[in-house]
DNA sequence: GCAAGGTC
């Protein structure tokens, strides 16, 4: 009998490496049915019998943990609720179809074999596909899946593991689930409170959403720090002492041993006593040969800050690179925490490979000729191997930064294999009378792997002239010079990067989108030298959670909360209690930082500006009549000061008054939201947008969405008509409904369904025998012109029955000849509240009020 | 519209 095995791996691209290894080169390529994923089939032999193995892929993680649907709404959700309403696992959004796949192939299957990433993520994934895999699987007596734990793709490694499966750990899974779990409360709660609480009241803080999250949150604290750090900087003058000497017939500047001294007095005294001295005598000269050592080799984090020091690409972008890189086979898989080549890794076949190449080819060339060294230890992390390059390219195939990363991973490459590079340091101490003096230079020996990095190699501008001990040197000119002490820098990319590791704070692949949250967030922006230099809100807030409660915005509470989790994971600690603990103690940091607001909003009151004080006046308020203002900065929206209630706009678009035309519903004067030069332009109502009239309307979806689509077809270009039910209300067009078209009373919620597949229904000046106003109804079911002898029928909005038939009449006919007072006796029994007997209205004051709206 | 983590 044979049985079938089905392996899954993380990612397709290791799907298929590792399924050539096992089987030896024989494996038969292909893609699941769905999803795209890749699908490699082979037979052999598992545990003794005869198997046909399936190797198949996710991509990251199949699932993710969120809030049920009902909880999305910001205005019906108490943010302090999402601390303890329950959550669900739903399919992530980019691994659509993975677990129809997953489950379509397990169909049949006896076995599973795990082949995920040996890392915390990778085993919460195991544990994933298992849930998307057991239900479709072959059900027999003993173990059926297997975790195969491997540290490098090799051939040696994977047979290795593949002899040796183990089991998933479920802990380790657990304290993921659990770090999931919690980032995501705490994250979306303070995230909705904060952004309501100060977008509500200021008009100029220009960002979406006002974010928290317990990674960019310290991220964006570590750039406040700095900052803070250069404006309490309370520059100092000192003074220095100058000596200048004329050195074997040149003029060189002396360095005062005593560096500075922070009074002038004494300064002045130094002066005093060397002022008449006349030559300066060497009393030692020291020469010390040093090395810089080879790079080790890169890993992604590195790749990270090289890129952005020395290239200027920001991480966001360096890690896109990099990606198509990699997809095309330029380089190794880029995204790893490990700086050790793994054992057998063949370091000359890779040189071979670059050999060719016009610009680091000759160094390549010189290693394989027998300066080839050792690379450096490094620390292998079990992940994937460094990132290294896999295939020559030139720079006509590639351009731009695609070339420049590549090339920077390639000349990375041949470093971590070439020598040391080797320099000599020369001191010589000189006396000026009391006072020591001294000169220092760099002398390069052998420039070794700076050959190729050339930007790291060291200073040779400072050379020290030749000079004997008991020499005597002419001094040309002795003073003292005034400076100023100056405050660090701002934080380059680079130096983020590396405090960001330092502090656990993100992983390799998530420290590029932390970054680039704090700077979409206008928290930061980026400056010259790509140093990151806080916005006044990103100031403001941090200032705000370090008024309110400190830990908030520590950059130890990352490493803090994974420390607690790691229990868990090594099973020290049970998952609901850690997870309850944590909760628990962020929905308590919450209510009080909700309860404390007004320590941040003080920060806020000085920085930015009121709503009532910013934005200007566009159209009419349809509860106060009073202008709304219209705020342009981002989230851009209308507030009426006179309400204080914010209406929420579409977010890409110019608003403009509309005609100053009014919503039929609410009163609201329309607006024009116009989207670029020659996008589209449509109308809204602004109240309309945030309360849509129909359920079957979401909430401000796009930009044709619900209202502005109301708006736009019904209350402008169909006509609103008087409530058959109600006295007060309009009826409207439900955009949304067709073919089945229907109105919908704005006050009663009379719904009044009309025909099915006409093309085009309008409400008509025309007042029904029965006082109801008219149709036009044009019954084509697609958008071709009327033929002749066509025509389009009227009828009544009351008579909807009789409307139906319509479709069955002859041509010609305009008005149903049942649509007369008498044939209507127990008629329209469908929907609520057709209340005949509430006796006839006036359509016709009603009608008269509407007249704007009709065609 | 919101977090962080995988991956494309």
Redesign the pocket.
């Known amino acids: 009998m044979v049985v079938n095995v089905l392996q899954v791996a993380?990612?397709?691209?290791l799907a298929k490496s590792l399924a050539a290894i096992l089987s030896n080169g024989s494996c038969s390529y292909g893609n699941t049915r769905t999803a795209g994923l890749p699908l490699l089939e082979y037979d052999g032999v598992f545990k003794g019998q005869k198997a046909h193995f399936k190797f198949t892929?996710v991509?990251?993680?199949?699932m993710?943990?969120?809030?049920p649907a009902k909880?999305?709404?910001?205005?019906r959700t108490d943010p302090g609720d999402l601390f303890t309403v329950d959550v669900e696992m739903q399919e992530?959004?980019?691994?659509k179809n993975v677990v129809h796949a997953l489950r379509s192939e397990a169909k049949g299957c006896d076995f599973l074999v795990l082949w995920l990433?040996c890392?915390p993520?990778?085993e919460n994934?195991c544990f994933e596909v298992i849930d998307a895999v057991r239900p479709a699987m072959n059900h027999r007596p003993g173990q059926q899946i297997f975790r195969a734990k491997f540290s490098a793709i090799t051939a040696k490694d994977i047979k290795h593991a593949m002899q040796h499966l183990g089991e998933p750990d479920k802990n380790v899974s657990l304290s993921v689930d659990a770090?999931?779990e919690l980032?995501?409360r705490?994250?979306?709660a303070f995230?909705?409170f904060q952004?309501?609480f100060f977008?509500g009241k200021y008009g100029d803080l220009d960002s979406?959403?006002l974010?928290?999250?317990?990674?960019?949150?310290p991220t964006l604290a570590l750039c406040v720090q700095r900052h803070d750090l250069i404006q309490t900087f309370q520059p100092e003058t000192y003074w220095t002492l100058d000596v200048r000497a004329l050195i074997n017939d040149s003029p060189v500047k002396l360095q005062w041993d005593r560096v500075r001294v922070f009074d002038k007095t004494v300064a002045s005294l130094f002066l005093h006593r060397i002022q008449d001295v006349r030559a300066a005598k060497v009393l030692r000269v020291q020469s010390k040969e040093k090395a810089k050592p080879r790079p080790t080799a890169l890993n992604t984090v590195e790749l990270l800050r090289i890129c952005s020091a020395g290239l200027g690409i920001g991480p966001q972008q360096a890690m896109v690179v990099a990606?198509r890189l990699y997809?095309q086979g330029y380089i190794s898989?880029p995204?790893t925490e490990t700086t050790a080549y793994p054992a057998n890794f063949d370091t000359a076949a890779v040189l071979h490979e670059l050999k060719g190449s016009p610009d680091w080819g000759k160094e390549a060339r010189v290693l394989l000729d027998g300066a080839l060294v050792k690379p450096k230890g490094g620390v292998d992390k079990g992940d994937h191997p460094p990132i290294t390059p896999a295939r020559l390219a030139t720079d006509n195939e590639l351009s731009g930064d695609m070339w420049r990363v590549y090339d920077l991973v390639c000349r990375h490459y041949i470093a971590t294999l070439s020598p040391d590079c080797r320099y000599s340091v020369t001191n010589v101490s000189l006396a000026v009378g009391s006072e020591m003096f001294s000169l220092s230079g760099q002398r390069l020996i052998s420039p070794g792997f700076t050959s190729v990095l050339y930007w790291m190699s060291p200073e040779s501008s400072t050379v020290v002239p030749d000079m004997q001990e008991g020499q005597e040197c002419i001094i040309k000119n002795v003073s003292i010079s005034e400076k100023q002490t100056a405050p660090p820098g701002y934080l380059t990319e680079s130096d983020l990067i590396s405090l960001m590791e330092k502090h656990g704070?993100?992983?390799?692949?998530?420290?590029p989108?932390?970054i680039n949250?704090i700077c979409e967030?206008n928290y930061v922006t980026v400056q010259g030298g790509r140093t990151l230099v806080p916005t006044n809100l990103g100031v403001v807030v941090v200032h705000g959670y370090q008024r309110i409660d400190h830990d908030l915005c520590l950059p130890t509470m990352?490493a803090a909360v994974e420390k607690q989790f790691s229990l868990i994971a090594c099973g020290q600690a049970e998952y609901e209690d850690v997870l309850f603990y944590f909760i628990d103690t962020y929905k308590r940091k919450f209510k009080f930082f909700e309860q404390n607001i007004q320590l941040m909003d003080e920060l806020f009151e000085v920085n930015f500006t009121l709503l009532s004080k910013t934005g200007k006046n566009l159209c009419r308020c349809g509860k106060c009549n009073r202008y709304l203002k219209l705020i342009i900065a981002k989230?851009q929206r209308l507030y009426c000061p006179t309400c204080d209630d914010t209406y929420?706009l579409p977010q890409r678009g110019k608003i403009m008054l509309y005609k100053e035309l009014k919503c039929p519903l609410d009163g609201f004067e329309l607006v024009m939201c116009s989207t670029g030069s020659n996008g589209k332009a449509f109308p809204l109502c602004p109240y309309c947008y945030n309360n849509p009239p129909f359920e079957s309307m979401p909430k401000g979806?796009g930009c044709n969405a619900c209202v502005n689509a109301l708006c736009k077809h019904s209350a402008i270009n169909l006509g609103v008509a008087p409530c058959v039910s109600c006295d007060g209300g309009i009826l409207v067009m439900d955009p949304v409904s067709k073919p089945k078209w229907r109105l919908a009373c704005n006050q009663c919620n009379t719904i009044v369904t009309l025909i099915e597949n006409a093309h085009d229904i309008r409400v008509t000046k025309n007042v029904c025998e029965c006082g109801a106003s008219q149709l036009s109804v044009d019954f084509h079911k697609d958008k071709s012109p009327l033929k002749s002898g066509e025509t389009k029928y009227e009828g009544c909005i009351f008579c909807d029955e009789l409307l139906s038939s319509l479709v069955s009449l002859k041509h010609g006919s305009t008005t149903h000849p049942m649509h007369r007072r008498g044939r209507r006796k127990g008629g329209r029994g469908r929907g609520r509240g057709r209340g005949r007997g509430r006796g006839r209205r006036k359509p016709k004051d009603k009608m008269a009020q509407l007249d704007q709206f009709f065609i």
């Open positions: 993380e990612k397709p691209a892929s991509r990251g993680h199949v993710e943990v969120q809030f909880y999305n709404n910001w205005d992530a959004d980019s691994s990433d890392d993520e990778g994934i770090r999931r980032d995501l705490m994250g979306v995230t909705r952004s309501r977008q979406q959403v974010s928290f999250g317990p990674c960019q949150t990606e997809i898989y995204r704070i993100g992983t390799d692949a998530s420290i989108k932390h949250t967030r990352r989230p929420s979806s």
